[in-house]
Structure formats: structure tokens, C-alpha cells
């Protein structure tokens, strides 16, 4: 194999380093258990290579191996002790083996106690397995380690994602809508799209409000869409201070806690999964029809006196669109930009362990096809998770990614496509587009598909990552554990596009560039963990972490505009008459402390300490450190003797904690004085100018966000009913803000730290098993969360004098409201016919409260704050699970209330190049002398009057989610020898109950794009 050119040198070493240790690593596990397997179903012969001595005083034994109830153990390791003679038990717990006289007998299986047995002469045994409590207590990721959920101080929700097996995800972060309280997840529906996560609210202005994500213990600096979600073993969301207080220097907006899975059975296992979905507009904006679209063209004309004749729709229609209708040519705008979406999953990985070995490796492709026309996306990624155990004291391993995104094409223009006339005309008869749809009217009749049909895109997104570590367990001090961490992140990108030259327009239209952007990241962390035990009452665990991490980006950019000939696009830029070429490059450092504390008193009284220290490289000269602390308390008072009766209880815990973390996340170099270089023209010359463009601020510091919380976690009636009651309190100060400034000082904004921001509220997660028998379950699982975020300070000024601090109206932000408030005039209703009407108005105009009674709307006076548009009141999941034998039915109903968005398609009506001629937005319905509604307005009436928005309620409450799975039994898999073997059926946003008047109220922004009603069927295989 030839090596690759210079600039891909370190890659090429990642990959070399990582083929040997996988090649060592497979090597060492297959030599370490060289056996062959013969036999067929609950039989097997295991002979060792080079070995093949004859037996002496052999006999066969058969028995059972059950549970305490009776019921059958299928799978069981039955081996004869010393040896690797053995068999596995069958679909009714049987099994025979050929064994010595004087044996003894190992028993073991997944999640029950191990037992050792005698055969001392005889020939068949009864073994009951007793079920290892310790296993089956859940264990929860907590950051630099991981704990058993009954021990855990801080607030951790586990996501379920046993739960998300029969549901076709290929995007993981769609496993947190509606199924953790505190956590809101918004997708815009593209094909690609990362959609957008917010934990227990905004906090910051100006600053990033993203969580932080750790990927099998690393930073982690891609997109989340990257991760394959079946690589995935578990994932956890820290919420308060202290849970989140060891990443302190990013986790001020929460932190997601990723780990991929690892081998679990020394047996290797082989699984395959697939799906195949069908998807089509879940809800379809409400245009104009032809014949509304007829009827809003005469009533403007009516409106302006302008004469027509209703029977000739040449007196009010384009010549255009007359010859369209005589020849009874309509359209549906937005049937001509969609395609039929399609979805295709594909993924196989294998996993399993020896002593000394540790494996999973997976491969998986996703090929999506979005709902507008030549909207696509194909993901591929890889997965090595590799760990050896090369001493009794020493572990190395390596967690290694790669992820390819290509998402080339050019989609068509949802935006244009809604405002387009249905007698319009979108292809020549030779197949081309049009460059207008009605070209008398050339506005708002640019056609949707002409950049789609001349232009050319190839979009790749990639994605290495690569965790190596090393783990020591210091051999004379017990309990001392060492680890070191050191991963890189290398993601690049690839943004190439060309536009053809239009034959049909006078002017050369042809253009190319391309985009090269990369990013090296790379983490060291020095991890000491030490656990150890005073007596039977005194249980300690305390880790320290001294870490450094950097960041690097380069974007190069080449453009051309009026090629000469377009035949090469982006390949021969050259011939280009206009070019230009940029680049930029930046940096980012950090450097890290952390100590934490876990104290266990009596298995009842819960204590943990942490302190971090973060330097990062964003901040001033004077204040690039910052020290993060937090403490936290749990009591488990189901474990005190004055409970002893409360036969119903099984665990009562009170957690509370405070603690601080902090937020950095702005662009570097902000508080530095910037300069941007500019060209300029002087005659027939130019020349290159350079200009101060950033003022420095020398006193730019973190951000940070104090949290107090407190919880009650609960299980009844032998765990039939559990969950978790909380409440929380955060101060978000020193807010991150580019604030304005007066531009007499040569500047128009500066970075700085102000305000304070308070986000407090409740989170309820209520989990019950509510049929539990033989043949059938049904639980059910509940998430609940309200969260009052509101502005306390900004910039202490008092312009006006009346003893309140100023709000910044600019910006929408306001003392005592939400962050992204809508602030506004109050609707109130249409003018009628008889009302006193305003000087200018007519009715049929939008009437608005006049809230201070001086009998004029005005701006000053008569805005005020109409509702919240970042984040709903109220969130609600609730995730119905229902078995019956091998059937199992899923159903997810998601709920947002209690807020509000903008919807400004209900008020285009005409263009400014023929005011007479409508555009065809979202028929809402207008105001007519006949038709005298109180709702909408007249086509006469211009929303500029007094620059207002229309606004439309996003409550919403959705079946999500509905699938249904069929496990095959225990009987056919033994057959034909497979581990697992399962079908299902899913359907993805099956019904919206809102108000809303677009095609998504979950998420405004998808009204560029529409949200897909997916139904898929698939499987999954184990071998």
C-alpha cells in the first residue's frame, strides 16, 4: 500500500496504529481461546487444539438449570471445572455433558449468581440459579467513572435505549425528544440535521446554549447525527452543578454522557440490522387552491377599482397565467419541489470478549431521501472499540470512529415554491426550467427548481475520532487506579459548488468555489481514582483529573463568478472573470484541574465534593482561569430504622446539591483587538486596505451558572411504581453578550460580560409496571418538566429615571421576562363596517389595543409582551409499552405548550413590481363586506401600517411514535442457531393536535422545510 500525501500523514498513522493493535488484539483473544465447537443445539464438544487424549472414567451427566421461580434458564454455561469441557442449556434448561467421575461442575449466566457443584457419582442434578442483585441494580455513567443509581448525589437521567431497538433512529439525539424531563430537543426534519438541544433552558444571551457532549469519557466536538445510534450502550444527561461540575469549564448548559458498547460474551456475537421507511409531508401548507387563487386576484381588483370581468381571466390574470388556464395547465407548488422520501438503514458489527480481550467493531450505512426535491443524505461510519489486557495491572484500548456525511445536491426552494401562482409555467418544452414562473411578474415567480436543475453541489462532512488509553491498576496500593486519556478529533469538510450559465439569459450566470475547512482537536487527561473502605460503615472514592485539550481550524475558500466556459465548474476556477480567494485560521487551548470526593456512610448517608479549575484561551489575559465547586448530599431514608414496616417502600432517597459551572462558548480572540483586511478601488487600481474591526476588552471572563437542586427519587411496591420528583434553581451571571456600541467610536459591537439570568422549575419522571404476568406486560413511562426562565439584570442602566432598570428592546430582551419574548401590539379584531375607524384606516383593517387609553396605537406606548417563543411552558412525554408472548407495542405521545411563533405567510397578498397581483402564501381567509371576518383582515389592509408580525399558537400534542415488534422464539433460534431474531413496523408522526398554521409547530424555522410522516419496517439478526 502506497502511503498518502503529507497533508493526510497523521491520519495515515491513526489508521496504521489502529490496524496493528487490532490485528495484535484479535490475535491474542483467538489464541487465547483456540477451540473448536461441534455438535448441534444444547451439545457441544469442546476439543483444544493438539489435544486429543483419550478418556478415562467418563460418564454423561444430564440435568436443569432454572430460576427461583421454576422457570427455565436458557443459555446457561455449564462447564467442567479446569477444563474447557462444557455445554449450554437448551430452550427447556436441559443439558448433558460427558465429564470425570470426580468433576466439578461451574454454573454461570448472565445477570444470576455462579454456583459450583459436586458431580461426586451422580448423573443427574436439579441447579436453581439465584439472581445476582448487584447486576441487576442499574449503573449510571457519571462523568470519570460510573456508580450504582441508588448511590448516585446529583440529578442523572439514563435514557432507555433498550427502549429505541424497535424504533428506526439515525440520528441519536431523536432519542431524547420527549423521554428525559428537563431536556427539549427540536428537529427541523432535513436529512442531516444535528436539530437543536436545550437542558433545563436558555442561559446565556449571546453565548452558545448547547450542552456539552462526552463520547466515551472525551470531549467531544463533532455532530451527534456522526454517532451511530446502534453503537451506543448507554446515555446519560447531568443536569445540576454537581453531577456536571467535573466538566466545569463547558457544562453550564448540561452535559450528555455517551458511551459505545463493548464485548459482553466470550462467545463472539454477530449482529445485522436493517430497516426500509417510506415517508411523505406530515402536514402540508394550506395554499391557495386555483380556484381561491381566482378569487383573491378579482377581490384586489375590486379593492384598488380597478375594472375586470369575472367570466374573462385575461382582465385579472397574466398573460401567463391566462393561456395556463384556457389550456387547463394548474399546478401544486409544492407538489412540484417534493419527492417521495425514502429511508434505508444498514448496520452490522461484532462483539465478544476472552481473558484478556475486549472487542466491538461496526460498520453502518444510512441512505435518506428527503422530501424536496434532490434533498439527500448518506452516512457512513466505522467503529473499532478495542481493549487488552496485557498484564495482571495493565489495560490499554483505543475507541475509534470515523463518519462520512455527503449530503451533495442542491435542493429546491421551499420558500419560493409557497408564493408561487398556480397557472405558472416552471419548464420550457425541452425539459429546462424556467428562470420565472410568470415572467411578468418576476418578484416572486423565481422558479423553485432552476438553481436546482443548473447547479451542482458536493457536500462531505468528515469525522475521525480516536480515543487511546491506557488503564494501570496500581498493583500495591488496592483500589489506586491510573488512567490516561489521549484523543484526537479530525474533522474536515468539503463544500463544493458550480452554477451553470442560464442559455436563456442575456448575462453569463455561471459561478463555482470551493470551500475546504478543517479542524484538529486533540485531549490528554491524567485520571487517579481511588477506592477504599473503612470498616464495614466508611466507603470513599476519590478521582483526580489534570488534563489539556486544543483546538485548531483552517477554512480556504476560492471563488469565480462569469466563467468563460462552465464545462469543469469548480475544477478550473481560472477561467473565471471575477475571483477571489480567502482563508482564516484559529485556535483554541485549555487546561484543566479536577478533584471530587464520594464519601458512603453506613450505605445510607450519601456526600460528594468536586472542584474543578479551567483555563481557557478565549478569556482576557487577567482572567483566563476560573474554579468551579459544587457539593451534594443524598439521604436514603428508606434504609432508616423507623421504616423497617414500610413493607410497600423500597427506596425513598433526598438529593441535594449546589454547585457552580461555567460556559466559554464564544468565537477566540474576542477579547483582543481585531483587524480586517479590505480592498479598495482608487481610480482604475485597488489596493489592499487594512481596518480595526473588534475593540478589545481586557476584562472578558466566564460566564457562570450557580444551580441549587433538590430531588426525591422513589420506588413502591417492589419497584412496580419508581421515579423521581425535582426541583431546581439557576443563576446564570457575568452573561457572555456582544453588546452594541455607539458607532462614533469606530466600532458597532463589543463582547463583554453583564446581566444575570434565573431559570428555575419542576421535573417529574414516573415510571410504573402496570401488568406484570405471564404472557403479558404493560408499563408505562412518564416525563414531565416546567421551566420559568426570565432576564434579572442586563446593564444596570436607568435612562428614563423611573427607578427601574432599562430593558434592550432592540434585542427583545426584557428585566423579569423569558429570553426571545415576542414583544408587540395586542390584536384585537378587524374594523367593521359602522366602528369608528383611525385616521387612514378602512374596514376590513386589524384592529389593536390601545393599551394606555390615549386614544392612539403607537409604538412607544402600546407594545408590550405577547408570549415566549424559545422554549414552551410546559414539556410532556408519555411512552405506552405493551407485550404479549413475542409481540411487543410501543406508543410515544410527545407535548409542547404554552408558547407562541411567528407565521407571517398570512399576510402576503401582492408584490410591489403589480400590486394588483396576489402571491400565493397560506390561505388564511380575508375579510370581505359579505364575509365579515374577525380573524383576518382585508387584501386592502398592509401589515406595515404598524410593523407588526402575525403569530400562531405552537402547543401541540403528537402521537410520535407508534411501533410494533415480533421476537421470534426461544425454539426457532435454537434451530437454526441464532442468538436473537426480531421484526418490526414503525410510524413516525402520525398526528399533530395544534393550532398552528404551518407544517411543524415543534420547530418555525422547518417552514423552509416540512417535517416527514415516516412509516419503516425492519429487523434485527444475532448470531
Not at 800 to 823: A, C, H, S, T
Amino acid at each position: 500500500m502506497n502511503k498518502p500525501a503529507k497533508s493526510y500523514d497523521f491520519l495515515w498513522l491513526i489508521i496504521k496504529s489502529s490496524s496493528i493493535f487490532l490485528l495484535l488484539a484479535v490475535y491474542n483473544s483467538l489464541t487465547i481461546g483456540a477451540y473448536a465447537y461441534s455438535g448441534t443445539q444444547a451439545e457441544m464438544h469442546i476439543e483444544v487444539p493438539g489435544n486429543s487424549a483419550a478418556t478415562q472414567q467418563k460418564k454423561q451427566i444430564t440435568g436443569t438449570v432454572t430460576d427461583e421461580r421454576g422457570e427455565a434458564i436458557i443459555g446457561a454455561n455449564v462447564v467442567e471445572k479446569g477444563t474447557i469441557n462444557g455445554s449450554v442449556t437448551d430452550v427447556d434448561g436441559h443439558f448433558k455433558l460427558i465429564v470425570e467421575d470426580n468433576a466439578m461442575l461451574q454454573i454461570s449466566f448472565i445477570g444470576f449468581l455462579p454456583q459450583e457443584i459436586k458431580v461426586a457419582g451422580k448423573n443427574s442434578f436439579k441447579i436453581v440459579l439465584k439472581e445476582d442483585a448487584g447486576l441487576l441494580e442499574e449503573v449510571v455513567v457519571v462523568g470519570y467513572g460510573s456508580q450504582s443509581r441508588r448511590n448516585v448525589t446529583g440529578s442523572v437521567s439514563k435514557v432507555n435505549m433498550s427502549d429505541m431497538e424497535s424504533r428506526p433512529n439515525t440520528n441519536v439525539t431523536q432519542a431524547l425528544r420527549g423521554q428525559v424531563a428537563g431536556v427539549q430537543f427540536t428537529d427541523n426534519g432535513r436529512p442531516g440535521q444535528n436539530g437543536s438541544i436545550l437542558v433545563r433552558g436558555p442561559r446565556s444571551l449571546s453565548g452558545g446554549n448547547d450542552p456539552l457532549i462526552i463520547l466515551d469519557g472525551i470531549y467531544f466536538n463533532g455532530s451527534m447525527i456522526d454517532i451511530n445510534p446502534n453503537d451506543i450502550e448507554s446515555m446519560e444527561v447531568l443536569k445540576d452543578a454537581s453531577s456536571a461540575a467535573i466538566y466545569g469549564s463547558r457544562a453550564a448548559n448540561g452535559v450528555i454522557l455517551i458511551t459505545s458498547k463493548k464485548g459482553k460474551t466470550e462467545k463472539p456475537n454477530i449482529n445485522v440490522s436493517a430497516f426500509y421507511g417510506l415517508s411523505d409531508w406530515a402536514s402540508k401548507l394550506k395554499l391557495l387552491t386555483p380556484e381561491r387563487y381566482l378569487e383573491k386576484s378579482m377581490e384586489i381588483r375590486r379593492l384598488r377599482g380597478i375594472p375586470y370581468d369575472p367570466n374573462d381571466v385575461s382582465t385579472y390574470l397574466t398573460l401567463t397565467e391566462a393561456e395556463n388556464y384556457r389550456n387547463g395547465h394548474t399546478i401544486d407548488p409544492l407538489d412540484l419541489i417534493s419527492q417521495q422520501g425514502q429511508l434505508l438503514s444498514v448496520d452490522a458489527s461484532m462483539s465478544g470478549k476472552s481473558k484478556n480481550t475486549n472487542y466491538y467493531i461496526s460498520a453502518s450505512m444510512a441512505q435518506e431521501k428527503g422530501l424536496i426535491l434532490d434533498d439527500n443524505l448518506t452516512r457512513m461510519s466505522f467503529r473499532v472499540n478495542l481493549e487488552s489486557k496485557i498484564t495482571d495491572w495493565l489495560s490499554i484500548g483505543t475507541s475509534t470512529m470515523f463518519s462520512q456525511n455527503d449530503q451533495s445536491g442542491v435542493p429546491a426552494s421551499v420558500n419560493l415554491a409557497k408564493r408561487q401562482s398556480p397557472y405558472g409555467t416552471w419548464y420550457r418544452e425541452d425539459g429546462s426550467p424556467t428562470q420565472y414562473t410568470v415572467p411578468e411578474d418576476q418578484g416572486v415567480s423565481e422558479n423553485p427548481v432552476r438553481s436546482n436543475s443548473l447547479s451542482q453541489k458536493d457536500y462531505y462532512r468528515n469525522n475521525l475520532f480516536a480515543n487511546f488509553y491506557s488503564i494501570v491498576n496500581i498493583p500495591w496500593v488496592k483500589g489506586l487506579t491510573y488512567r490516561i486519556n489521549y484523543s484526537m478529533n479530525y474533522r474536515w469538510i468539503r463544500d463544493y459548488n458550480s452554477t451553470k450559465n442560464d442559455v436563456y439569459v442575456d448575462a453569463n450566470t455561471s459561478s463555482a468555489s470551493k470551500r475546504n475547512w478543517m479542524s484538529r482537536d486533540w485531549v490528554v487527561e491524567n485520571i487517579l481514582d481511588y477506592k477504599f473502605q473503612l470498616g464495614e460503615k466508611h466507603a470513599f472514592d476519590v478521582t483526580l483529573m489534570y488534563g489539556a485539550n486544543r483546538s485548531n481550524e483552517e477554512s480556504t475558500t476560492a471563488s469565480a463568478d462569469q466563467l468563460e466556459f462552465d464545462t469543469f465548474g469548480w475544477n478550473n476556477l481560472g477561467v473565471g472573470g471575477l475571483q477571489e480567494t480567502t482563508s482564516s485560521a484559529k485556535k483554541v487551548s485549555g487546561i484543566s484541574s479536577m478533584a471530587r470526593l464520594n464519601y458512603r456512610l453506613m450505605n445510607k448517608y450519601l456526600f460528594t465534593l468536586t472542584a474543578r479549575r479551567d483555563g481557557s484561551s478565549v478569556f482576557a489575559a487577567n482572567h483566563k482561569y476560573a474554579t468551579f465547586p459544587s457539593a451534594a448530599f443524598a439521604w436514603i431514608v428508606s434504609e432508616e430504622d423507623f421504616l423497617d414496616n414500610a413493607a410497600f417502600l423500597d427506596l425513598l432517597k433526598l438529593r441535594v446539591s449546589y454547585g457552580a459551572v461555567g460556559n466559554q462558548a464564544i468565537s477566540p480572540y474576542q477579547s483582543l483587538s481585531l483587524a480586517t483586511t479590505s480592498r479598495y478601488v482608487f481610480g482604475e487600481e485597488s489596493a489592499l486596505g487594512i481596518y480595526p474591526s473588534r475593540i478589545a476588552n481586557t476584562d472578558l471572563k466566564w460566564e457562570t451558572t450557580y444551580t441549587a437542586n433538590i430531588a426525591l427519587d422513589f420506588e413502591l411496591f417492589n419497584k412496580r411504581i419508581g421515579g423521581t420528583v425535582e426541583l431546581y434553581n439557576m443563576d446564570t451571571r457575568d452573561l457572555l453578550v456582544e453588546r452594541s456600541i455607539p458607532v462614533m467610536t469606530g466600532y458597532s459591537s463589543i463582547w463583554t460580560n453583564l446581566g444575570e439570568v434565573n431559570n428555575k422549575g419542576i421535573e417529574l419522571t414516573l415510571n410504573t409496571v402496570n401488568i406484570h404476568n405471564k404472557d403479558f406486560e404493560w408499563s408505562t413511562s412518564f416525563v414531565f418538566s416546567h421551566n420559568k426562565n426570565k432576564i434579572v439584570s442586563l446593564y444596570g442602566e436607568d435612562a428614563n429615571g423611573d427607578g427601574k432598570e432599562d430593558d434592550d428592546i432592540g434585542n427583545r430582551w426584557f428585566i423579569g421576562k423569558p429570553i426571545n419574548v415576542y414583544y408587540d401590539y395586542v390584536f384585537d379584531g378587524i374594523y367593521q363596517e359602522g366602528d369608528e375607524l383611525p385616521a387612514g384606516y378602512a374596514s376590513g383593517y386589524a384592529r389593536f389595543k390601545d393599551l394606555n387609553d390615549d386614544g392612539k396605537v403607537e409604538a412607544e406606548h402600546d407594545r408590550t409582551i405577547i408570549g415566549q417563543g424559545s422554549q414552551p411552558k410546559y414539556r410532556w412525554g408519555i411512552t405506552n409499552n405493551f407485550s404479549y408472548k413475542n409481540f411487543d407495542l410501543s406508543i410515544f405521545i410527545n407535548a409542547m405548550q404554552g408558547w407562541i411563533g411567528t407565521f407571517n405567510d398570512l399576510d402576503f397578498y401582492n408584490n410591489s413590481l403589480d400590486p394588483v397581483r396576489p402571491v400565493n402564501m397560506y390561505d388564511g381567509g380575508w375579510w370581505t363586506p359579505e364575509n365579515k371576518s374577525n380573524s383576518r383582515p382585508s387584501l386592502e389592509y398592509r401589515r406595515s401600517v404598524l410593523g407588526h408580525n402575525w403569530y400562531s399558537d405552537r402547543s401541540f400534542i403528537r402521537v410520535q411514535e407508534v411501533s410494533l415488534s415480533y421476537r421470534f422464539p426461544q425454539k426457532f433460534l435454537t434451530k437454526y442457531r441464532l442468538s436473537n431474531l426480531s421484526v418490526f413496523l414503525s410510524g413516525k408522526n402520525l398526528l399533530t393536535f395544534t393550532d398552528w398554521l404551518g407544517t411543524n409547530p415543534e420547530s418555525i424555522s422547518s417552514e423552509r422545510y416540512p417535517i416527514a410522516r415516516t412509516y419503516t419496517l425492519g429487523f434485527k439478526l444475532g448470531f
